[in-house]
């Protein structure tokens, strides 16, 4: 099964918006196995969106579309579709009732012409139902087994439909299970040498597809051949005895979740103490479900005074050796499991830019300190590029050394509070 | 002039990496006057890029190409374009000495005949200086004033390489000066009401193109007209008197930006105290660089042990309200004007899902305070969607509030900080 993704609108080619959906669309499609052949993006332009559609045709045998379903005149997916495929639009009215259920389950009016707009449905077409907004999908099977997807552009929209109407019709029609790509995730190395050790590891296997994705304290090695699940079963297990605890547990799509695994069966409980990343290593933390269980809280401490007050920094420190050095980050720390009873602990200050700078601390540098029962650490990073990436790239190294951390210090009978 | 971008990859297909490049590069031909035509993303396949690029060669004035430069058997991109152009690589020493140059400051070994495939230039192609990694940019001129521009994947790479090199070569090609497109941002009210807010503003004037980005809490009209600056202008200054306040001043990207702006100006500082958040919103403000002038910090109390020791709530509220409720973000914002000192304050505390919903409050309930000298206020919102999106709405709306209070609420005699 060949497929191609058409994304429509100006907001995503003039960059106001970033293609997420697509990103999205493609992680689901490999889970099961199947490769994007070819992405495109158009313009909110009839004409535009048609030829895409027309050309994608020539060599898929699914094309999925995104955005363009919405009621305002530069919503034009779904004309453009119809017209190129010479099938006519009808009103259809069991979707305008659900659209109008929708609108008035949260209290919204638009105007009847919007409701109709987007009830049109292409002759022969089969309706996505849309439960988090108004347009609904659309699925058109054409001859031979192709067809051509139409799906609403807006994330909380789009994403639901593929993962509850998309992805079980497509699974549905794939000839034989395809063996879905395994991934081995390998934390706090380097990429040049996730790929050496990785080919050193398969040197004696038949050759499979690899490839390589590296995130700041993450190398995500995707080994893919969907004939031979055996092969791939086998490669997997080499990599994961290659790399021990460097590789993520498959379940762990994050160093972060590992480490939120790990406080959970030992019954500890972290909190973090934040300058330069301003919060962001407890959003990310609060990010994954269920992180109430072993996440307690944050102090983000911006303005020094917020340091000595509420993080037990003593104002001599801060002028000796400024807010970014070893001596502040480790009281940080040592707040965090006196004042605040935390188990596990975070702390950071760092220079994050663009200003701030100093020959000695020049911006990317951040100290970062990480606290687990029986043992604490401080750090120097020297970070390179932009203001988000030295935050970024602290937040990624953060849940790195705390998973190491974790890892060269279990529970002992001194240490062991669960 | 009629650009495209092929964007090359398969960790872009497969979703693996976002292709905020390609968005990047948007903003930056937008902000030219120049809107991208047509957008593709192919595999890293000799084949597919070869083909890409003369499909949008036989549309585009200049086709530029993102990543596949680096030295791996992944990287395709410089072979694909020279024999889809016609032109030999020829081995370029200045450019390998550069490399090399590069690969000794920063302590980095590699093996001498990935210098040398980074160092193979077109013939008749410009060099483009990489001061940030390997592999340079390469650029071809073509008949007829076309070219080819071949970029590096790294966005530390590509980013400065779009502004140093590239923007300054298309600038000095465009005929004339073009209109850059005008933005009005409008924060609070809904995309549908500002289409018509819009249409109506504008009827009497000569069309022009109008396009609009929905965010949550802002919506983004983007004016077009490269050859009529003073159409552009009128329109602008029309939108502007429609939405009064509504309208974010021109420099302003975000209501999260007017709000420093605002507290910066009133001497005023900013603290957050976050439970479903979890961090995002101090995230939000530290992200915009000279936050440390007017914000101080954040305490985000996930467990409800926290919201009682470290932001004054009472525990018999939390009985009879639950965590969820008016009376305890209330009390969260009192914390924060009086234990942390903070002129103006947000307080968060919600249910983002997926568990956690009652009949009373399900999934997306959440109540959010904000407080300015002299005004407090805490309203509930209920809000669609998953757990990410829930709590970025709430992030959102919580910077429009503040705003909205803030412009409601000007300096007062009796509530003057500064």
């Known amino acids: 099964m060949i497929v191609s993704i058409i994304s429509v609108g100006n907001e995503l080619l003039n960059g106001d918006t970033l293609n997420s959906n697509a990103a999205c669309l493609g992680q689901r499609l490999a889970d099961l196995g199947l490769a994007v052949h070819h992405e495109t993006c158009v313009p909110d332009d009839h004409a535009a969106i048609a030829e895409a559609l027309l050309t994608a045709l020539a060599t898929s045998t699914v094309v999925l579309t995104i955005g363009g379903l919405g009621p305002t005149r530069d919503d034009l997916t779904r004309t453009a579709v119809a017209q190129a495929l010479g099938r006519p639009l009808h009103d259809n009215p069991a979707v305008a009732n659900a659209i109008r259920d929708y609108l008035r389950r949260r209290g919204v009016a638009i105007p009847a012409e919007a409701v109709r707009l987007q009830a049109l449905v292409p002759e022969g077409a089969s309706v996505l139902p849309n439960p988090n907004g108004t347009a609904p999908g659309l699925w058109c099977d054409l001859e031979a087994g192709r067809a051509v997807v139409l799906l609403p552009g807006p994330p909380g929209e789009f994403i639901p439909m593929v993962d509850d109407e998309v992805m079980p019709r497509l699974r549905a029609r794939l000839p034989a299970a395809l063996a ?210 030295v935050r970024e790239r602290t937040v990624a190294m953060a849940f790195v050394t705390l998973r190491e951390a974790l890892l060269t210090h279990p529970p002992t009978p001194a240490n062991r509070t669960a």
């Open 180 to 389: 879905a790509p395994r991934v081995v995730r390998v934390a706090g190395v380097a990429e040049s040498v996730v790929e050496a050790t990785t080919l050193a590891a398969l040197r004696d296997l038949p050759p499979l597809g690899l490839a390589y994705c590296a995130k700041p304290g993450c190398v995500t090695v995707r080994l893919t051949d969907p004939l031979h699940p055996d092969l791939l079963n086998a490669a997997e297990e080499r990599l994961r005895q290659a790399f021990q605890t460097r590789a993520l547990p498959a379940a762990c799509a994050s160093p972060a979740e590992h480490v939120g695994i790990i406080l959970r069966q030992r019954g500890l409980h972290l909190a973090t103490a934040e300058s330069c990343t301003g919060g962001l290593i407890a959003a990310a933390v609060t990010d994954l479900p269920g992180s109430s269980e072993w996440f307690t809280g944050a102090v983000v401490a911006y303005a020094n005074a917020w340091k000595e007050r509420f993080l037990d920094v003593n104002a001599d420190l801060l002028n000796r050796h400024g807010a970014v050095s070893q001596p502040v980050v480790s009281a940080m720390l040592d707040s965090l499991t006196r004042r605040y009873h935390a188990d596990a602990a975070i702390a950071v200050s760092g220079v994050a830019g663009p200003g701030g700078g100093t020959p000695d601390k020049p911006v990317g540098t951040v100290f970062l300190g990480v606290a687990v029962p029986g043992h604490a650490q401080v750090m120097r990073l020297d970070l390179p590029g932009s203001r988000q990436n």
